[in-house]
T-cell receptor, first 113, second 114 residues
Framework: GENVEQHPSTLSVQEGDSAVIKCTYS??????FPWYKQELGKGPQLIIDIRSNVGEKKDQRIAVTLNKTAKHFSLHITETQPEDSAVYFC????????????FGSGTRLSIRP | ETGVTQSPTHLIKTRGQQVTLRCSSQSGHNTVSWYQQALGQGPQFIFQ???????GRGNFPPRFSGLQFPNYSSELNVNALELDDSALYLC?????????????FGPGTRLTVT
């Protein structure tokens, strides 16, 4: 069945350093890959997304890359700040009339001062 | 622009009871999806509603059911509650039929079954 694997499960980086989270997906028909940030007690917040016709997308300190051939995609956060501490989820979906999102298992990112 | 809202925030039920959770979609959105998030895990797709009909379902038993109303708000109903139903229930709204793929989540309802 459809599956998204996410690594690492926990990540601790020094403030100002970069953080990288990696995901792989199984459904080759997936064509939309959102990333969500979830803070304690809140719902997931969409922070960036990428479509299958694009290899890379950047928004200020956040960038995502997609390798369709290898079915890999990654989130890169540069110049990390304390407010970046949260759980991050990658996800994949086949955009259609029933766009169920398949989520990874999450990465708990901690930023050390 | 009004975001996705859910009620109640927290709920405690006893095994075997029934529960109804509510979701109001973001203004301009016509589709609502429901997800179950167990502690320490990613959200799992339950089902999606579009034009007041179920439009896709995940691996959840029939005792999970839903409704969508003409104003696009939605309900999730769970019958015969089991202990494993304890989780954060999230709804997400989106606009089907357009160029936008994004789904936006509400804050969730924390359900505890004892």
């Amino acid at each position: 069945g459809e599956n998204v694997e996410q690594h690492p499960s926990t990540l601790s980086v020094q403030e100002g350093d970069s953080a990288v989270i990696k995901c792989t997906y199984s459904d080759s028909a997936s064509n939309y890959f959102p990333w969500y940030k979830q803070e304690l007690g809140k719902g997931p917040q969409l922070i960036i997304d990428i479509r299958s016709n694009v290899g890379e997308k950047k928004d200020q300190r956040i960038a995502v890359t997609l390798n369709k051939t290898a079915k890999h995609f990654s989130l890169h956060i540069t110049e990390t700040q304390p407010e970046d501490s949260a759980v991050y989820f990658c996800a994949a979906t086949r955009y259609s009339s029933a766009s169920k999102i398949i989520f990874g298992s999450g990465t708990r990112l901690s930023i050390r001062p | 622009e009004t975001g996705v809202t859910q009620s109640p925030t927290h709920l405690i039920k006893t095994r075997g009871q029934q529960v109804t959770l509510r979701c109001s979609s973001q203004s301009g959105h016509n589709t609502v999806s429901w997800y179950q998030q167990a502690l320490g895990q990613g959200p799992q797709f339950i089902f999606q509603y579009y034009r007041e009909e179920e439009n896709g379902r995940g691996n959840f038993p029939p005792r999970f059911s839903g409704l969508q109303f003409p104003n696009y708000s939605s309900e999730l109903n769970v019958n015969a509650l089991e202990l494993d139903d304890s989780a954060l229930y999230l709804c997400a709204s989106s606009q089907s039929g357009g160029a936008s793929y994004e789904q936006y989540f509400g804050p969730g309802t924390r359900l505890t079954v004892t």
